[in-house]
């Protein structure tokens, strides 16, 4: 395996305060690695750093091989990063189902000039079929119709992925992907994560809280604790860490 | 699923209706209503591109009449000083007018400031455009540019002949309606959506590869030059440009036509347009009864019916076809 994404001496402060501290992130290709750690570890600010929702204040990011440090968030999903966020972020006054052609249509856009603009009244044939793929594939079938901004928490998270998956990444980061959902809800979403991972070949980055969650889904474990990773490897191995057990796990 | 055709279809028969009225006009009304209603058709679309910014890109504009303002000027320069010059090039040059400005000023603005801060900016920008008029002496300086030609268009194989105000008028018609099927168009294209959708979420369309100031720019920009056309069609029709079209009462004119017909709708401009042309009509005889008129009316719509006239009725009429079984849905601003 090669390493698909790697993050070298990552720093991060807001103001005077510093969240991240010489970070070293490595992710392998296709491996679903899953970060943990405390409130405040720093967890989502590392997502944050590595998927350009906010610029690093030092330290390198390179993905598939090339630095996308000074790249904006959009300039990394269309090298194929995907991600979603910890409050599922749709499109509230469309359908479902526009949510998801809007994100296979804006896939497309770059091959398509000014009849982007203007060539089309409705999606074309193709993209619409391709959004009923993804409703079958997700199970979105009874809420598709649905004005996006109604749908349940736990569909609307489901109708974001599907959106992520429309952009054909190669990398998808998911923050907190079942916060807020109910035992029999959570278990499910496992299956459909595994399910994806298998059918587009994903390599995976999630942050968690639920520990069923996190070692359904772990093939790698790494633990965040105030901006620093005290440990990282197989899920067994990290389990039975003393300090893990000490500052996170032993609290559970 | 939504049956885009159908809506395309619908939306046809809607534009078919209204043309049919304005063609109309001439045969049953006299000369200074059909002016009004010139006036009212080149308001319908100079009020829907201002909605393509409300409602579609969610950017508030106080400042739209330095785009036509800056249409009309442009358009009454080019038929003084360039008398040659084929008239729908003219057009064009006064289109490209507002576009230029838009996009000056949205690079400038869109970079720098979001909601209220920008809505302030354009207002102060476009005081600006209309401060410089009034102290050009190329521009006319207060007494604006007068004598503006009607034109004729030759088209090689035949000679359209509008110095008359009818055939103007039916000129206005045919303009604003091409106008307005091209921003139909847009708006209900990949682009359009993916503007609507930013407008819903913008770090989500971020996080879709997209970037949200270039699209944002887009609508800006798109926008600028159809306010600016609007004002350079205008111009042959009034045979004057007056530094009073490129001032702050004239922006606020095309916000007035969105909120009485509802923004949510993309004839709302229309409705809101042509009620406003009627109001003016009724009251012409009595000096400022036209704006007491116009103020209460607005102040009703936005207390008692926040979404226009054309929000209300459809609010109206999905409440009667749901009333037998289930309660009404919550009010949304999706597209009709």
New interface residues.
């Given amino acids: 395996m090669t390493a698909i994404l790697e993050a070298r001496g990552l720093t991060k402060a807001y103001g005077s305060v510093r969240v991240l501290e010489d970070v070293d992130f490595d992710l392998q290709d296709g491996e679903a690695h899953v970060v943990i750690g405390p409130n405040g570890a720093g967890k989502t600010t590392l997502f944050r750093c590595l998927s350009g929702e906010t610029r690093i204040n030092g330290g390198t990011i390179r993905f598939a091989g090339e630095d996308v440090s000074g790249l904006t968030g959009a300039q990394r999903v269309k090298r194929g990063i995907g991600r979603t966020f910890q409050v599922a972020r749709i499109f509230p006054s469309m359908s479902a189902f526009e949510n998801l052609i809007v994100a296979i249509e804006t896939r497309e856009r770059t091959h398509q000039g000014l009849r982007f603009t203007f060539g089309y009244i409705a999606p074309r044939r193709a993209v619409v079929a391709e959004a009923e793929r993804l409703v079958t594939e997700l199970g979105l079938e009874d809420t598709v119709d649905d004005v996006a901004g109604t749908l349940s928490h736990g569909d609307k998270k489901r109708l974001e992925l599907a959106m992520c998956l429309a952009l054909k990444p190669r990398l998808l980061m998911l923050d907190e992907p079942t916060a807020g959902m109910s035992p029999s809800d959570r278990a499910e979403a496992v299956r459909l994560i595994t399910r994806v991972r298998d059918s587009y070949g994903l390599s995976l980055l999630l942050t968690e809280h639920d520990m069923e969650v996190v070692f359904g889904l772990a093939t790698r474990l790494t633990v965040l604790h105030h901006g620093e990773i005290i440990a990282s490897g197989q899920p067994e191995a990290v389990r039975a860490d003393p300090r893990v057990r000490e500052v996170y796990l032993g609290q559970h | ?2 049956d ?2 159908a809506r ?1 279809r619908s939306n046809l028969a809607i534009a078919a209706c209204g043309l049919a009225a304005f063609a109309v006009v001439p045969f049953v009304a006299n000369s200074g209503l059909m002016f009004l209603a010139g006036l009212v058709a080149i308001n319908i679309v100079f009020g829907m591109s201002w909605n393509l910014l409300f409602s579609g890109a969610g950017l508030l504009s106080f400042g739209h009449a330095m785009f036509f303002g800056g249409g009309a000027y442009a358009m009454a320069l080019v038929s003084l000083h360039w008398p040659g010059l084929p008239f729908l090039l003219g057009l064009a040059i006064g289109a490209g007018a507002g576009a230029l400005i838009a996009l000056v000023f949205g690079v400038i603005a869109l970079r720098r400031a979001s909601g209220v801060y920008f809505a302030v900016l354009t207002l102060v920008f476009s005081e600006l455009i209309h401060l410089v008029i009034t102290k050009t002496t190329f521009l006319g300086r207060n007494d604006g540019l007068v004598g503006i030609p009607r034109p004729t268009i030759e088209t090689g194989l035949f000679t359209l002949d509008l110095t008359s105000a009818t055939a103007y008028y039916y000129f206005i018609v045919v303009a604003m309606a091409c106008a307005a099927f ?1 921003l139909w ?2 708006q ?4 359009g ?2 503007i ?2 930013i407008r ?2 913008n ?10 100031f270039g699209w944002q720019l ?1 609508a800006f920009v798109l926008s600028g030059a159809l306010a600016a056309f609007c004002g350079a069609v205008m111009v042959p029709f009034t045979q004057i440009a007056s530094p009073e079209i490129a001032y702050w009462t004239v922006s606020t004119q095309p916000i007035l036509f969105t909120l009485l017909g509802g923004a949510g709708n993309f004839w709302g401009p229309a409705v809101g347009a042509i009620l406003f042309g009627a109001i003016d009509y009724g009251t012409r005889a009595m000096h400022g009864l036209s704006e007491i008129t116009v103020g209460t009316l607005l102040l009703l719509v936005v207390l008692l019916i926040p979404g226009g006239l054309l929000g209300f009725l459809q609010h109206r009429r999905q409440k009667k076809r749901r009333k037998p079984t289930e309660p009404a ?2 009010r ?3 597209q009709p």
Avoid: V, W
């Fill in positions: 699923m939504i885009y055709r395309f091209a168009c847009f209900n294209s990949p682009a959506r993916l609507q959708a819903q979420d770090l989500r369309t971020a996080f879709l590869g997209t970037s949200i887009t849905p919550k949304t601003e999706a």
